[in-house]
Each structure stands twice: as structure tokens, then as C-alpha cells.
């Protein structure tokens, strides 16, 4: 039985290309000095510390808000996204490149795509609680679909990195399906709690191009829909409660976007659902783009792999 962690949304994030285009602040010089190496430790999608994007005046993240009414539906998002990072389904490397970590008027975020860990993520298929390879000394392969010309350029006062704005590209992974690439714009990364050993809180924002989410995120999701719906319900048994299993997350979908009562979810259901219309609506317009902002919170601990040491070409 499919449980809700292996739902829509389920919503492995990873974000595997930030595009520098200048930064955002006066007085940005070029990275200079040492690399410094991190595996992300954890993701959330906050709804309490988004960025103003379009500098209007309001903090926009509008996905963070979907993501915290989809789990008050029963959706267990933030599970979904503690569970990834934990068997290694989401490995995200961080390279700082830095001369100093408190102030510097010219610093880099990269980011790449890890594999391959050692130790390995779960010790076998009983691991139940997995994580071995996010305890701050583990090492990594790059991931051969990882980029090699992502980052951003900004600068570090008061131990905060400030870097953007720019582009960069988030990758939602539904149902243990290929991943969703998210194409943000006007993408921005903040980083708190820098050491040598760890990095308190990365926050990456962005906006997704309304084209987009119509065009490639709603409809990836509906793919997903249908095995959920079969594995958990028989839609022979007819609605309302259209043979699925008590509290499954078939279940769950039937009953969030079956309109017509058929026992099934079409595309044009999902689109046309009243609240995911009302909170999936553009909230802000970037480059004259009409889009749909995000932020992602991230920690990260100590890590090795191959570039530390060597600046990624951008």
C-alpha cells in the first residue's frame, strides 16, 4: 500500500543548478580563497522565512504555502523530505568558496549533485532509520547528471552569505519517479552559521514561470496519480468511497480531487481544483514573467568530493 510519503508532493527537492548572474549586492568582488566541502542534512519548505523577491515590498513564497495546506490535507511532506535526505535519495553537495567566513567581499556558493557516499546511506535493506553517511565525515562522487556551472557569486558580512540574484533549477522527485525540474528565476541563497564543519541554514528561493507549472509540474504530477490510485483503491466498488483502503493515500487523493465522483483524477481536475487554483495563482512577476515563488531551507554538515579544491567554471 502506497503510504502518503510516497505521495504527490512527496517532493524530494533538489536543487541542481544556481546560474550567478552578478549578484545582487554593490560591491561584490569574485570568490576568492579556499573551498570548503558540505552534504545537505536536512530540507524543509518553510512558510515563515521567505525572501521579496520581486521587490515590491512583500515576502513571497507562495509554494511553501500550498506545501503547508497540502499537509494539513494529510500529506506528509516534511516525511517525505526527512526520508529522502535520509536513504540518500536527495544528495546535495555544497562547495563555500571563501577567504574567511565571517566577512568577505567576495564569496561562492556552488552546488552539486552527490553519489555514491561512503559510508553508504542505510547499512542494508532493515535499515529503518538510515542517515550514516550525513554524520559530517562521509565522502562522495559527484553525480555524473550533476552540473558543472552552478552557483552564486555574492559576499559575506556578519558570517551571512548573501548570493544572487540569478537562475538555478530545483528537482522534485514524485513517488520514486524521475524527477520534476523546476526552472526558478530571480533565485536567490542566503547562508547562516558558516563553519568549517557545517552551515546552519542555507535558504534558496526562487519563482516557477506560470508557463511552467502549467505546462510540465501539474501534468508530471498527475502522472503520478493513477498507480497511487490503483495500488490503493478499486474503482469498481464505485464512489463515494471507491474500494480504497482506510486512511491511504488513494484515499486521499480521491477524496482531495475526484470532482465528478468516477473514482479517478484527471488533469483538468487538478487544475481546475478550487484551493490548489487559489494557492497555485502567480505571486510575483520577475523580468516581466509571471511566477510562483519558492524558498527552500537547508542545513548541511562537513563533507568530501572531488572539486573542493578546484573552482567549477562558470
Keep these: 500500500m502506497a503510504s502518503l ?23 561584490v568582488e569574485p570568490p576568492s580563497g579556499p573551498h570548503t566541502g558540505y552534504v545537505v542534512d536536512s530540507v524543509s519548505v518553510p512558510d515563515d522565512k521567505p525572501f521579496d523577491l520581486d521587490g515590491n515590498g512583500v515576502k513571497d513564497n507562495a509554494l511553501g504555502q500550498v506545501l503547508g495546506i497540502l499537509s494539513g490535507q494529510g500529506f506528509d511532506v516534511q516525511g517525505s523530505l526527512d526520508e529522502a535526505v535520509a536513504q540518500g535519495t ?36 532493515a535499515d529503518v532509520i538510515c542517515g550514516h553517511h550525513l554524520e559530517g565525515d562521509a565522502s562522495f562522487d559527484v553525480a555524473a547528471s550533476s552540473p558543472t556551472d552552478a552557483g552564486v557569486d555574492g559576499k559575506i558580512a556578519g558570517g551571512v552569505f548573501n548570493g544572487g540574484p540569478g537562475n538555478f533549477t530545483l528537482q522534485i522527485a514524485l513517488a520514486g519517479s524521475n524527477p520534476i525540474s523546476l ?93 490548489i487554483q487559489s494557492v497555485l495563482s502567480p505571486d510575483v512577476t520577475i523580468d516581466g514573467v509571471d511566477a510562483l515563488s519558492l524558498t527552500v531551507s537547508t542545513t548541511a554538515v562537513g563533507a568530501s568530493f572531488p572539486g573542493v579544491g578546484a573552482k567549477p567554471t562558470r
Excluded at 510516497?6 to 545582487?24: E, K
Excluded at 568558496?97 to 553508504?120: E, H, K, R, V, Y
Design 5 to 27: 510519503r510516497q505521495m504527490l508532493f512527496s517532493l524530494a527537492i533538489l536543487p541542481t543548478s544556481l546560474i550567478a548572474c552578478g549578484g545582487g549586492d554593490d560591491g
Design 183 to 275: 526552472d526558478l528565476i530571480g533565485a536567490r541563497a542566503k547562508a547562516t552559521g558558516i563553519t568549517a564543519d557545517g552551515i546552519g541554514e542555507v535558504l534558496l528561493a526562487g519563482a516557477i514561470s506560470e508557463e511552467q507549472l502549467n505546462g510540465e509540474v501539474l501534468p508530471a504530477i498527475h502522472a503520478q496519480l493513477g498507480p497511487i490510485i490503483t495500488e490503493d483503491c478499486d474503482a469498481a466498488a464505485g464512489p463515494p468511497e471507491c474500494g480504497c483502503v482506510a486512511d491511504s493515500t488513494g484515499a486521499t487523493i480521491i477524496s482531495f480531487f475526484d470532482d465528478d465522483a468516477d473514482c479517478g483524477v484527471t488533469l483538468d481536475e487538478i487544475k481546475n481544483n478550487g484551493l
Design 90 to 125: 536527495i544528495i546535495l553537495l555544497y562547495d563555500l568558496q571563501t577567504p574567511d567566513f565571517t566577512t568577505a567581499a567576495g564569496a561562492g556558493l556552488s552546488i552539486l549533485l552527490g553519489d555514491n557516499p561512503t559510508p553508504a546511506a542505510c547499512t542494508d535493506a
